[in-house]
């Protein structure tokens, strides 16, 4: 079957793949898009979820990860190098592990969630934190890398942007269609970026009627793309998006634009209200970035700006384990320890 067979060897028709291409793979992609029975009722939606967290590394990252590296590898590259919320530094750091390549990521002190610490410190990376934010990271790292013989590896690399978007092409294949609209976090905008690229190339060669509106989702306080300008100091508690000068804006811009989409901001009560609703209403647990899009498209909802049973796709980016933090510091739950026998567990849970 071709279905674990990584992205590369699975799309190499669709990307910059050649003879010298090495089949690099962790068994990326192909991640389930689930339909939410209970969510899709209680909202009037035909709701779905890309449930990207399960890729190998627990993040939508791998998909362009992959193909950036096996690109690196094909050049004769030996070292690459990225600024990170997390995720693509836990992603680097595996596939340049997996390709014997040296790996260097540069991330803001204190503001990475820890599963992804343990991840790149796990996969050997060389790891580099800096007294600054994500922006200033990847302003560096540009920087380095072009007077450096190192690939940068973020998503300014294009062979980033051409394996991510072969989600696009597994939503289209599994609905038989393009959604109505595709409801996605929005940071340093690579991935709507590559996922808009995607329908269009799907569209081109008629595997979909219509393409889908891009609805890309920030975080109040990391909202550059809805303010019109740069944030100097953006904060959320969704890590991940913790962004404020997003390097590929203008993908982003024309995405929404052309699919007559929008972009709007959640605030980080609506973005943990949706995190929990998620995994309480479908026992999908994702990290707080990814519950941005389902905290929009249930605000735009609650506004009346979406219709009636309007197939939506949500992009849940990454998975839950990453960020336990959050959950604990968050979500109450029952943490007094009682004695260990029946009558103090029965008491316990009668009460
Ligand atoms: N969701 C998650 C979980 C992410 O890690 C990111 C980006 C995004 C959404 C936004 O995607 O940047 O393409 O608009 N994380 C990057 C990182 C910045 O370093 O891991 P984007």
């Known amino acids: 079957s071709t279905d674990r067979m990584g992205i590369i060897a699975r799309y190499r028709e669709y990307l910059p793949v050649t003879d010298k291409t090495p089949l690099l793979t962790l068994h990326e992609g192909n991640t389930p898009l689930i339909y939410a029975?209970?969510?899709?009722?209680?909202?009037?939606?035909?709701?779905?979820?890309?449930?990207?967290?399960?890729?190998?590394?627990?993040?939508?990252?791998?998909?362009?990860?992959?193909?950036?590296?096996?690109?690196?590898?094909?050049?004769?590259?030996?070292?690459?190098?990225c600024a990170s919320t997390g995720n693509t530094s836990a992603s680097a750091a595996a596939y340049a592990a997996r390709a014997g390549l040296d790996c260097i990521v540069l991330i803001p002190s204190g503001k990475i969630a820890l599963g992804k610490l343990a991840q790149a410190i796990a996969y050997g990376a060389k790891i580099v934190s800096?007294?600054?934010?994500?922006?200033?990271?990847?302003?560096?790292?540009?920087?380095?890398?072009?007077?450096?013989?190192?690939?940068?590896?973020n998503s300014v690399n294009p062979y980033r942007i051409e394996g991510q978007k072969t989600s696009s092409f597994e939503i289209c294949d599994t609905l038989g269609k393009a959604?109505?609209?595709?409801?996605?976090?929005?940071?340093?905008?690579?991935?709507?970026?590559?996922?808009?690229?995607?329908?269009?190339?799907?569209?081109?060669?008629?595997?979909?009627?219509q393409l889908p509106r891009m609805y890309g989702f920030q975080a109040a306080g990391a909202a550059p793309l809805v303010h019109g300008e740069p944030v100097l100091q953006p904060e959320t508690v969704a890590t991940a998006i913790?962004?404020?000068?997003?390097?590929?804006?203008?993908?982003?811009?024309?995405?929404?634009?052309?699919?007559?989409?929008?972009?709007?901001?959640?605030?980080?009560?609506?973005?943990?209200?949706?995190?929990?609703?998620?995994?309480?209403?479908?026992?999908?647990?994702?990290?707080?970035?990814s519950a941005a899009s389902?905290?929009?498209?249930?605000?735009?909802?609650?506004?009346?700006?979406?219709?009636?049973?309007?197939?939506?796709?949500?992009?849940?980016?990454?998975?839950?384990?990453?960020?336990?933090?959050?959950?604990?510091?968050?979500?109450?739950?029952?943490?007094?320890?009682?004695?260990?026998?029946?009558?103090?567990?029965?008491?316990?849970?009668?009460k």
């Not at 979820?49 to 004769?76: C, H, I």
């Not at 800096?130 to 590896?153: C, K, M, W, Y």
């Not at 109505?180 to 081109?204: H, M, Q, R, S």
């Open 37 to 81: 029975e209970n969510l899709s009722k209680q909202l009037g939606l035909q709701l779905y979820f890309k449930y990207e967290g399960l890729n190998p590394t627990g993040s939508f990252k791998d998909r362009g990860m992959v193909m950036a590296v096996a690109k690196a590898v094909e050049e004769g590259n030996t070292t690459i190098m």
């Open 130 to 153: 800096i007294d600054g934010n994500f922006d200033q990271a990847l302003s560096i790292a540009r920087d380095i890398t072009a007077h450096e013989p190192i690939t940068l590896v």
């Open 179 to 209: 959604p109505d609209i595709l409801a996605i976090p929005v940071g340093n905008a690579g991935n709507i970026t590559a996922y808009w690229k995607g329908f269009k190339e799907y569209k081109a060669i008629d595997k979909i009627g």
């Open 242 to 289: 913790r962004i404020g000068n997003p390097a590929s804006k203008e993908g982003a811009l024309n995405a929404i634009k052309e699919s007559y989409g929008l972009i709007e901001s959640v605030t980080d009560e609506e973005i943990l209200a949706a995190q929990k609703l998620l995994a309480q209403s479908e026992g999908i647990f994702c990290e707080p970035a």
């Open 294 to 350: 389902l905290a929009g498209v249930i605000k735009l909802r609650q506004a009346n700006q979406i219709q009636d049973e309007t197939t939506i796709v949500c992009v849940l980016t990454g998975n839950g384990l990453k960020d336990p933090d959050i959950v604990i510091n968050t979500m109450s739950f029952e943490s007094q320890t009682i004695p260990a026998t029946y009558d103090a567990v029965l008491s316990l849970i009668k």
